[in-house]
């Protein structure tokens, strides 16, 4: 079960791994206009239903099942549209500056989650408060023994990791975390092999309005790399919560 704060997040962060495995995306802010392409930018409507017909073509490239919560994007929210990324990417501040959105959220979750076997969240890498929400609905529901006894695991936000450091996000959760209780948190690489990162780059070519070809060529670079030194052509990192 992978929590995706957008359609196309899931994907940009473990595609690999769901194309050896295959999931179930909860695009959680699916509701959602942004874009840089002034064509699409003048028409939201249009863009906010190609979005959403794009994930539905990467996620049978990647044999993924989709299930859009309908919460509204940043963007397109009064209080975020101009400050969607927050600072420090670890704090727990979303809660507190938009409760009623964070409850509602939280409560959405609950029962989608119920009865899942390894749960991948947002690791916040960047700071987009999108990403920090679903982290954050994630670890509160963990907290409170909603989870039962599913496994959470944190994955690296694309392509934002490649411009933040994710050791040093996952370092000041583990630190705050530690505090609550849940543990600190480990990484491990995911595997990918030639087959899996040629059907992630595939699925990822079916987001034409906001993922670049630049960036899909620097996300297979940025797990070539990490997976240098354990013998596979590429991995996928994630960062584990200890029960």
């Given amino acids: 079960m992978v929590v995706s704060p957008h359609p196309d997040d899931a994907a940009l962060a473990l595609g690999g791994?769901?194309?050896r495995q295959g999931a179930r995306f909860l695009d959680v802010f699916s509701v959602e206009t942004w874009t840089k392409d002034p064509y699409y930018a003048e028409r939201p409507e249009l863009t906010r239903r190609l979005l959403l017909d794009e994930e539905g073509v990467a996620a049978r490239v990647l044999r993924a099942r989709v299930e859009l919560l309908g919460f509204v994007d940043a963007a397109d929210r009064d209080l975020r549209r101009d400050r969607f990324f927050t600072d420090p990417a670890w704090s727990d501040g979303f809660a507190r500056e938009e409760p009623q959105l964070f409850d509602a959220l939280t409560e959405r979750l609950a029962p989608l989650l119920d009865g899942a076997g390894l749960i991948y969240a947002p690791l916040g890498v960047g700071g987009h408060v999108d990403h920090v929400a679903c982290r954050e609905a994630v670890l509160e529901l963990a907290r409170t023994g909603r989870l039962g006894t599913a496994r959470v695991a944190f994955y690296e936000d694309q392509p934002y990791s490649l411009f933040s450091s994710a050791e040093e996000t996952a370092k000041n959760l583990g630190a705050r975390l530690a505090e609550r209780g849940p543990g600190a948190l480990r990484p491990e690489l995911l595997p990918v092999d030639d087959e899996a990162a040629l059907t992630k780059c595939e699925a990822l070519g079916a987001y034409r309005i906001q993922v670049r070809k630049g960036i899909i060529r620097r996300?297979?670079?940025?797990?070539?790399?990490?997976a240098e030194g354990s013998g596979f052509p590429a991995a996928e990192r994630i960062w584990l919560m200890r029960p």
């Fill in 219 to 226: 996300v297979h670079r940025h797990g070539v790399r990490l």
């Fill in 17 to 19: 791994t769901v194309a």
